[in-house]
C-alpha cells in the first residue's frame, strides 16, 4: 500500500474559531456547509477549537462524523480568537481562505460574492459593517470609537468597521504565516502585507445563539494589541505632553521665583502644590503605563514562544499533515 505522505489541496479552506459555541455550532455547521455546496468546487471547513470547555468539539465530530471535509484543530487551551485564526492558517491548504466566525453573526451566504470578487482579481475581500445589529449601545460605541482612533494613529491603511470576516488569497496567507509576532492583530497584519484589496458591504446582525466571548478584558486587549502593533504614536504624545508640561511648568516657577522676590504678595500656595503634585504624579504614572505597554510586548516577543500548542488534529484524512 502507498503510504507516501501527500498534501492535501482544496480549492477553499474556511476557517471557523470556536469557543464556547455549542449553542450555534451544529446551526453554523450546516450553513456553512451548504454554501460551499453551492461552489460546486472542493472546500474543507477548518474548526479552530480553542480551549472550548462545553459540548462544541463532541458536536462537530458527530454532525461531521461522515464528512471528509470536517477538520478539527484541538488548541492545548484557551489562546484567544486571534491566535486561533492563526493556527487555522497554519493548517489551511485552499487557494483561497475564508475566516468567519461561529456565531453566524458574519453570514455565510456572504462567502459566494467574495469569491465572486477573488474570481475577478482581488487578493483580499474583506467584509465591512454597515451596520451592527443585537448588539449592546456600549459594544457598539466602543468599537466605532477604536476603529476610527487606530485609523488615526496608524500609518497603514487599515479599513474602518471591519472583523476577520475576510477571503485572503493562498500568497497573502502564506505571507501572514511569516509574521511571526505574538500579539496578533490579524486584520491588521492583512493591511501591512498589501496586495489588492477590496471590500464588500452588509449588516451585522445579532448572534444566532449564546453570549459574547470578548468581553470587556479580551476587547481592551484586542485594541491595545491593534495600536501597539501599529503604531508608536502613544510613545510620541506622551513625550509631547512631557514636553509641554514641564515648560508651563517653568514658566509658572519664574513667576512665583519673580512674586517671591520682588513682591510682599504672601504665598498661600499649598493647595495649588497638591494639585500640581498630583497632576504631575498622574502624567507621569500615565506616559510609564504606556511605555509599559510596549516594553511588555517587545518582552513576549524575545520569550519566541509558539504562538500556539495543539492537543490533536481531527481529520479524515489519511495521513494527515502536523
Ligand atoms: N473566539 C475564540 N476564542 C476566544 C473568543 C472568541 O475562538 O477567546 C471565537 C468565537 O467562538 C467566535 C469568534 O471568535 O467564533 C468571535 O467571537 P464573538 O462572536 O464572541 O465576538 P463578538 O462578535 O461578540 O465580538
Ligand atoms: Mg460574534
Not at 451596520?131 to 487606530?150: D, P, V
Not at 516594553?295 to 516577543?301: K, S
Request: with cysteine.
Amino acid at each position: 500500500m502507498n503510504t507516501v505522505l501527500m498534501t492535501r489541496h482544496v480549492r477553499y479552506s474556511v476557517i471557523i474559531p470556536v469557543y464556547n459555541e455549542e449553542e450555534v455550532i451544529t446551526e453554523t455547521y450546516w450553513r456553512i456547509k451548504s454554501v460551499m455546496e453551492i461552489t460546486g468546487e472542493s472546500y474543507e471547513l477548518i474548526f479552530v477549537n480553542d480551549g472550548s470547555r462545553d459540548q462544541t468539539v463532541n458536536l462537530i465530530r458527530s454532525v461531521g462524523a461522515s464528512d471528509p471535509s470536517i477538520h478539527i484543530i484541538d488548541l492545548s487551551r484557551n489562546f484567544g480568537h486571534q491566535i486561533a485564526i492563526t493556527a487555522g492558517m497554519d493548517y489551511a491548504s485552499g487557494d483561497a481562505v475564508i475566516v468567519i466566525d461561529a456565531d453566524l453573526q458574519d453570514p455565510p451566504e456572504l462567502i459566494l460574492d467574495m469569491i465572486a470578487k477573488w474570481k475577478e482579481g482581488y487578493d483580499v475581500v474583506y467584509a465591512q459593517r454597515l451596520e451592527r445589529k443585537g448588539e449592546s449601545f456600549f459594544k457598539r460605541k466602543t468599537a466605532s470609537l477604536f476603529y476610527r482612533i487606530l485609523k488615526h494613529m496608524t500609518d497603514i491603511d487599515i479599513p474602518i468597521d471591519t472583523g476577520d470576516f475576510r477571503l485572503l488569497d493562498r500568497k497573502v496567507c502564506n505571507e501572514l504565516k511569516r509574521l511571526p509576532e505574538n500579539n496578533r492583530y490579524v486584520r491588521g497584519l492583512v493591511s501591512w502585507v498589501g496586495f489588492k484589496q477590496t471590500a464588500i458591504q452588509y449588516v451585522r446582525e445579532g448572534r444566532f445563539a449564546g453570549e459574547t466571548k470578548y468581553p470587556l478584558k479580551k476587547m481592551i486587549k484586542l485594541s491595545m494589541d491593534g495600536i501597539t502593533s501599529f503604531s508608536t504614536k502613544p510613545l510620541k504624545v506622551a513625550g509631547i505632553m512631557g514636553m509641554i508640561i514641564s515648560i508651563v511648568g517653568f514658566v509658572y516657577l519664574v513667576f512665583v521665583l519673580f512674586e517671591r522676590l520682588f513682591t510682599d504678595a504672601a504665598l498661600p500656595g499649598w493647595s495649588s502644590l497638591i494639585a500640581f503634585q498630583l497632576f504631575f504624579g498622574g502624567c507621569m504614572l500615565m506616559f510609564m503605563g504606556i511605555i509599559g505597554e510596549y516594553l511588555g510586548r517587545i518582552y513576549d516577543e524575545v520569550k519566541h514562544r509558539p504562538l500556539y500548542i495543539v492537543n490533536e488534529v481531527y481529520s479524515k484524512e489519511e495521513p494527515m499533515r502536523r
